[in-house]
């Protein structure tokens, strides 16, 4: 159960995210959206990085606060022997002297500026924030919107949930999934809240033929199109093998768009080189990273999503049902809480690129269909991806943590009340 939102004191309530990096993912998107909401609605807003970024940038043209405490590089915390995920012990070593640095830090600035409620985002902030924060006596809410391998025997959620039950006093899951993920004790305090867009952002500004323009696209192509970071698990393999498997391809276009982000560019090479074997090189189009995605979205006209793990309610996705675009999709857990059932979408199993291209062909002839999912998608996202909505949730759930820790407060002073009073 979401709590409902708690009564407050005079003054407006402040509230401090703390993110894991300052580069623009769809985390750090949500952090944008979500802050800038709560300040719209009158409360005291500040982000804070470990770096100096985009997202810095993005939050002080929208005249959010910020502020960055400084963290030293962090090492992977694992390594491939034979194609099998390790722990690397040396990593962790470091990776903790550095982020206890950082929390000693954060702890002197949330010290200094006062703050009711610390949102973390991201595992690093969930880790070293969260423990700055309770040692300031800050209650916490942690954000999680990934879904954490488990790693070897289980170690990494096994972290998590030690984490979990000692420095969380709530946790916002950004899909069914990742509360699933977390044993029964600490399900109790754990809130699904799926993510959410602004809808007027994507109330298809245009045509896209600006876009098209760009990339040398004809206006009549019928484009289908990705936006996703170009990472192994977001399957953009998979969907370039389907276009190729196209019988009748001819004026059909594959935009994807996206960049390693926070991984190197091994991947991105080797989409291109995959491109070229199949000689598709001439319709497949890298658009590299965007920040005008309505303007892209209202480019294509179907949107292809082909993560094979682990998302959970993805911002681009959700982006495209506000623009109108019908869906085709893996069905893995995050795609089938959303799209599950949904007319907007076609669902193909995971990993099967022959269904994938089977459902790519149904949608190019048929515009008719087209129209009909995109109405659909615009729909779905009207009724349960509006971003006023979702602000209502977290907000909720920030009033009656930060009304929770009070009341402990006023409880843990009455002994030390009465004691004196004896005396």
């Not at 006093?169 to 999934?177: E, F, K, Q, S, T």
């Not at 004809?218 to 093998?241: C, E, F, S």
């Not at 799209?339 to 002839?365: D, N, R």
Request: charged fraction near 20%; hydrophobic fraction near 40%.
């Amino acid at each position: 159960m979401v709590p409902e939102p708690a009564p407050h004191g005079p003054g407006p309530l402040s509230v401090t995210l703390v993110e894991s990096a300052a580069r623009l993912g769809g985390v750090e998107h949500s952090t944008l959206t979500v802050a800038g909401e709560l300040a719209r609605r009158g409360w005291r807003v500040q982000v804070v990085c470990p770096e100096d970024g985009p997202l810095i940038d993005r939050c002080n043209v929208a005249g959010l606060r910020t502020s960055v405490v400084g963290l030293s590089t962090l090492r992977s915390v694992s390594i491939r022997i034979n194609g099998a995920k390790f722990p690397n012990a040396l990593a962790w070593c470091s990776n903790l002297g550095s982020g206890w640095s950082w929390s000693r830090r954060l702890r002197s600035f949330l010290a200094n500026n006062k703050t009711d409620v610390v949102i973390t985002k991201g595992i690093t902030a969930h880790v070293f924030a969260a423990a700055a924060a309770r040692k300031a006596g800050i209650p916490v809410v942690w954000h999680l919107q990934d879904l954490v391998s488990p790693g070897v025997l289980g170690c990494y959620q096994g972290t998590l949930n030690w984490l979990a039950e000692r420095l969380a006093d709530h946790i916002v899951c950004d899909g069914r999934a990742i509360r699933a993920a977390f044993p029964r004790t600490i399900q109790t305090k754990c809130s699904v809240v799926l993510n959410s867009v602004e809808l007027d952002e994507f109330s298809r500004p245009g045509d896209g033929s600006s876009f098209r323009k760009e990339l040398g696209i004809p206006g009549d192509a019928v484009v289908i199109g990705n936006v996703a970071r170009l990472t192994p698990w977001k399957g953009q393999d998979h969907l370039i093998r389907a276009f190729a498997r196209l019988e009748d391809n001819e004026g059909v276009w594959l935009v994807l768009v996206g960049s390693p982000v926070f991984d190197n560019d091994r991947f991105e090479k080797k989409l291109r080189q995959l491109v070229t074997s199949h000689g598709i090189e001439d319709r497949v189009v890298f658009a590299g990273y965007r920040t005008d995605l309505p303007n892209v979205l209202s480019a294509f006209d179907v949107f292809a999503y082909t993560s094979l793990t682990k998302d959970t309610s993805p911002l681009s996705l959700l982006s495209a049902l506000a623009v109108g675009l019908p869906v085709i999709a893996y069905s893995i857990d995050g795609t089938d809480e959303i799209l599950g059932g949904q007319h907007c979408a076609s669902l193909v199993p995971c990993g099967a690129v022959g269904v994938l291209a089977e459902a790519i062909s149904q949608l190019i002839v048929s515009p008719e269909r087209r129209q009909e999912m995109g109405r659909a998608a615009r729909a779905l996202a009207e009724e349960q991806f509006n971003i006023s909505g979702h602000v209502d949730r977290i907000e909720g759930i920030l009033r009656s943590v930060i009304r929770d820790s009070s009341e402990r407060a006023r409880r843990a002073e009455r002994p030390a009340e009465d004691g004196a009073r004896r005396a």
